[in-house]
């Protein structure tokens, strides 16, 4: 009988920068990558049949998104104010995703190269509501590789 492994099941999702855990977080989408197709006729050199090739073009990384409750940390808007200062060069920073399980233990981790925060957003807010005050964060960076 052939392995079976099933898939992981996250509990919650860290934001390491620079080695400092920065806030927990409920959702996390955009992790991946894209590379452009383009499409070129050319003829088969035995047939002199047209075809459509399809070569890759440019590369492009996601934008990722994360969403958690506000809490008093100010990381996630003090590392965006740099940008909205136009310090992108002290902005950009290497930063890892971490996924962890129900035991708070490490289950994956994605690193990502050159990233900074292209929006952040604050909560919609509502006295008569009981949910938690939530605020969206966007990464856009220069590579992202899966090390566990």
């Not at 289950?107 to 949910?131: C, F, H, Q, Y």
């Amino acid at each position: 009988m052939a392995d079976r492994e099933d898939p992981l099941v996250a509990f919650k999702f860290g934001l390491e920068i620079e080695g400092k855990l920065s806030g927990l977080f409920t959702n996390v989408g955009g992790i991946g990558s894209e590379t452009e197709v383009i499409t070129q006729k050319v003829q088969n050199a035995d047939t002199g049949e047209d075809m459509i090739q399809q070569i890759p073009g440019r590369l492009t990384w996601t934008p990722i998104t994360m969403k958690r409750g506000v809490t008093s940390s100010m990381d996630i808007w003090e590392w965006r104010q740099q940008v909205v200062e136009g310090k992108i060069d002290d902005a950009r920073t290497n930063c890892s995703i971490i996924a962890y399980n129900q035991a708070n233990e490490e289950i994956a981790r994605w690193n990502l190269e050159n990233a900074w925060p292209s929006k952040v957003i604050g909560p919609e807010m509502d006295s008569g509501s009981t949910t938690y005050m939530m605020e969206d964060l966007t990464i856009v960076h220069e590579g992202v590789e899966r090390v566990s």
